[in-house]
């Protein structure tokens, strides 16, 4: 699948780290007269094995012009991309796996007037899920993997590598 879309976005906002105190955030607007334009570019390949085996890679590229007052468009990507897999295995147990990347990402410091372009991310999470019954599954999750120690908002580190359990009962 291979998709491209175009629109105009009124009060556009991006996130950004505040003037006064980066490590807090503002949410800036476009003017009220202006018409943000998005341009997003996108393709997903997607394929499914009899029921045991579904990948996914889906890939966009953003574009950003008639800014208005916003200098850039402040902590959106340009470019991301998603491979999601899932398998089932003995027909109880389910494992998940997804790897993220992000690039393009920018922010401004208003306290020294720099723009900060921000690494390149990538993280790969993977997930566990054992179905004790129809109403309760037990699930372990990994999440950065990589222990990459990246920003996805400007001077606010992610956690390292992290794990999760727990029940889930469903009604």
Known sequence: EVKGSYAQYKDFYVLNNAKADTTRFEVLYSNDDTKVHVTTL???VHYNLQGIWKSQLLVE????SSLGNL???WHRPTMKATWSNSFILKEKLLVTSDFYFLTGLQAKNYV????????????????????????????????????????RYAYYPTQGVNFLAGLSFSF
Request: no cysteine; hydrophobic share 40%.
């Open 61 to 64: 590229g953003m574009m950003y």
């Open 42 to 44: 996108s393709g997903r």
């Open 112 to 151: 020294s007037n720099t723009e900060v372009k921000l690494p390149a991310i990538y993280d790969l999470n993977l997930k566990f899920t054992y179905f004790i019954n129809d109403q309760f599954t037990a699930f372990v999750s990994a999440n950065n993997l990589f222990n990459k120690k990246y920003e």
């Open 71 to 73: 200098e850039k468009a």
